[in-house]
């Protein structure tokens, strides 16, 4: 089992930057790949960010490209996705996800545990 918890949610401005993290707990995080999804309300939920156990390699979705950054400290078995140049669209609760494979991947179904997630509210 890996536990996972989310944090560094909040309400910022367009424009401004937000860094959420999720700490991990239970196995070795270095096992896991890790990756980032939203929930809007309404919406489904949707991929946004992935990294592979040894965070050499990410991948993202098109509409966070060039503002989002995923990573890593394997030491402190924790992931981060630091989000600059926020837009309102980017509003959601943004999960943490651990998946048993080295590689990144954007598929929900392709991981095994999530946390709890946690609010960010972009204001216009």
């Known amino acids: 089992q890996v536990q996972l918890a989310e944090s560094g949610g909040g309400l910022a401005q367009a424009g401004g930057s937000l860094r959420v993290s999720c700490a991990a707990s239970g196995r070795t995080f270095s096992n896991f790949a890790m990756g980032w999804f939203r929930q809007a309300p309404g919406r489904e939920r949707e991929f946004v960010a992935a990294i592979s156990r040894s965070g050499s390699n990410t991948g993202y979705t098109d509409s966070v490209k060039g503002r989002f950054t995923i990573s890593r400290d394997n030491a402190k078995s924790t992931v981060y996705l630091q989000m600059n140049s926020l837009k309102p669209e980017d509003s959601a609760v943004y999960y943490c996800?651990?998946?048993?494979?080295?590689?990144?991947?954007?598929?929900?179904?392709?991981?095994?545990?999530w946390g709890q997630g946690t609010q960010v509210t972009v204001s216009s």
């Open positions: 996800a651990a998946a048993n494979g080295y590689f990144r991947y954007e598929r929900a179904g392709q991981y095994s545990y």
